[in-house]
């Protein structure tokens, strides 16, 4: 069973960058992957950012395109979000993903998905970005 526990969020300025992280176990032949959801927002409108498969191919929404970098560290059973050049914009609660398991490398799209198909869901944790 996946396992997934969020860290790394916080409060920077516009500009600034963060780094967030995702424990997890278990998930290796998994698609792993970042959500982003306002508190209060219904469930509908959590939009997907980025999405790795199990090779290290990647997907992102358009939105966070060069500023965003997702990477994965199998040796230590953890999913990296990288964030740079932040915005107002992006101030959301990031939550850690995982749907699979798959045979091969395998990600469904990110832009435009709210994650209804993805099986596993962490905690989340809040990213703040004042201007």
């Known amino acids: 069973q996946v396992q997934l526990v969020e860290s790394g969020g916080g409060s920077v300025q516009s500009g600034g960058s963060l780094r967030l992280s995702c424990a997890a176990s278990g998930y290796s032949r998994y698609c792993m992957g970042w959500f982003r959801q306002a508190p209060g927002k219904e469930r509908k409108e959590r939009e997907g950012v980025a999405a790795i498969d199990s090779r290290g191919s990647t997907k992102y929404a358009d939105s966070v395109k060069g500023r965003f970098t997702i990477s994965r560290d199998n040796a230590k059973n953890t999913l990296y979000l990288h964030m740079n050049s932040l915005k107002p914009e992006d101030t959301d609660m990031y939550y850690c993903?995982?749907?699979?398991?798959?045979?091969?490398?395998?990600?469904?799209?990110?832009?435009?998905?709210?994650?209804?198909?993805?099986?596993?869901w962490g905690q989340g944790t809040q990213v703040t970005v004042s201007s």
């Open positions: 993903a995982a749907v699979g398991p798959y045979s091969g490398a395998y990600c469904p799209k990110v832009d435009g998905s709210v994650g209804y198909e993805w099986n596993y």
